[in-house]
């Protein structure tokens, strides 16, 4: 009962996000406004998207170790956008996770450790974004939720790296040996971590990830659409979009995240249609972008979307359990 009344509460959300953008549209008016866009523009716009998803790459290689790891990590990025553009519920995490078990040695409980961190650094860099963004509209206050879970998650990494001890204590929690076996794997993985160096190129790649996805917007926002607002205010537009595009809503936000950026850009004086062809434009670029690479990494690499979400292909991970 619980899960149909969250399904319930997900739908009606969804549709309302849709109601809003559609109730405020005016169709003509939008086209006309895209027609306006440079085509040439939008076309860097998306090659600095696709070069996006190679950075993402190379943040997950480090984490793995590079080396030969750099192609496959570069692939599961573009994999994990195109797994969480069809499916909701940020499914592609997983998928990254388990595309490097299919294309290298590594058990799928190392692949998970590699995404832990990497939605570790995130949060952290979204922590700040939020502050600037909050302080520019004077909604501090709101910053406390972010700050609570961020010191949640660095209160466990801190206990795993100070008292391993408590591993067999924490397993104790998982109900099947089989997944117990799984999770000591991952806390293994995550107790080799505690290094300064680590933390420090961590939060350095993370830093490149963020500023490039900061930059798909600012330009379309200053470049494409020539927007009249200031960079303090499309930090808040950016901060609101990514909020709305992390809701397990939605395939990749799709609608939701339209919504945050017709809110927030209204918020400055933007009109609906033209902070709505904004919003459109960088969801397309991305689905462009994600859509074609990955149909060709599934073709290339023997991967059957279908197989895989019904969990009959396992390949590598299946010693780790991943039918679970």
Not at 15 to 21: G, Q, R
Not at 159 to 177: G, N, Q, S, Y
Request: proline letters at 3%.
């Amino acid at each position: 009962m619980r899960q149909k009344i969250a399904v319930i509460a997900k739908l009606l959300i969804l549709l309302a996000c849709i109601a809003y953008l559609v109730h405020g549209a005016d169709f003509s008016q939008l086209l006309r406004i895209a027609a306006r866009f440079d085509t040439f523009k939008i076309g860097c716009v998306f090659i600095w998207i696709a070069l996006g998803f190679s950075i993402m790459g190379l943040r997950l290689a480090f984490l793995a170790g590079f080396g030969r790891y750099i192609l496959p990590s570069v692939e599961a990025a573009y994999f994990c956008f195109f797994v969480n553009n069809v499916v909701p519920a940020r499914v592609g995490e997983v998928a990254k996770a388990y595309y490097l078990s299919r294309r290298t040695e590594l058990p799928l409980s190392r692949g998970l450790e590699l995404v832990f961190w990497e939605r570790f650094a995130d949060l952290n860099v979204f922590l700040v974004l939020m502050l600037f963004a909050l302080m520019a509209t004077g909604q501090r206050i709101l910053i406390l939720p972010f700050a609570v879970l961020t010191g949640v998650i660095w209160g466990f990494v801190i206990l795993l790296f100070l008292r391993p001890e408590v591993v067999p204590i924490l397993l104790k929690a998982v109900p099947t040996d089989r997944f117990k076996r799984f999770m000591r794997s991952f806390m293994e993985h995550l107790q080799k971590r505690g290094k300064t160096r680590f933390f420090l190129m961590l939060l350095l790649f993370t830093s490149f990830v963020w500023m490039q996805h900061l930059l798909e917007l600012l330009l379309i926002i200053f470049w494409v659409a020539d927007l009249p607002i200031d960079i303090g205010q499309a930090m808040v537009v950016f901060v609101m979009a990514v909020t709305a595009l992390s809701l397990p809503l939605a395939p990749a936000g799709l609608g939701v995240m339209e919504t945050a950026i017709v809110f927030s850009l209204g918020l400055f004086g933007i009109g609906h249609n033209e902070a709505l062809a904004v919003g459109l434009l960088w969801h397309l670029l991305q689905y462009l972008v994600t859509f074609g690479i990955a149909v060709v990494l599934l073709l290339s690499g023997g991967i059957h979307l279908k197989n895989w979400i019904s969990g009959k292909d396992t390949g590598n991970a299946g010693h780790e359990g991943m039918s679970l």
